[in-house]
């Protein structure tokens, strides 16, 4: 499968943004779908993920602020930011898992990635 990452861009603080991934190949309502963020000088760290029937994980950092969705007709997850915070900045990826279900929140888990999409918060 590969993945396309897009939406990314400058906000400022308290704002709200979706980025989206859109998949090409087959069989993507069959993947679990992820998004990790990267920031400068940091690890790659897990953000969100969403099994093929909609059941959602969420980093601690942005419970209750983020919201990650997919259309398996569409072939693309979203992932929607809200009440935005200047740490929230980071290039922001999306992945389909290829490893088990127990490693969700860990990337070594997730065989395919996008390219990934920059977003920026302003204070």
């Known amino acids: 499968v590969q993945l396309q990452a897009s939406g990314g861009g400058l906000v400022q603080a308290g704002d709200s943004l979706r980025v989206s991934c859109a998949a090409s190949?087959?069989?993507?309502?069959?993947?679990?779908m992820g998004w990790f963020r990267q920031a400068p000088g940091k690890d790659r760290e897990f953000v969100a993920a969403i099994r093929s029937g909609g059941l959602a994980y969420y980093a601690e950092s942005v419970e209750g602020r983020f919201a990650i969705s997919r259309d398996n007709a569409k072939r693309t997850v979203y992932l929607q930011m809200n009440r935005l915070k200047p740490e929230d900045t980071a290039v922001y990826y999306c992945a389909a898992l290829r490893g088990i279900l127990s490693m969700i929140r860990n990337a070594a888990a997730y065989g395919y990635w996008g390219q990934g999409t920059q977003v920026t918060v302003s204070s």
């Open positions: 190949g087959r069989a993507f309502s069959n993947y679990v």
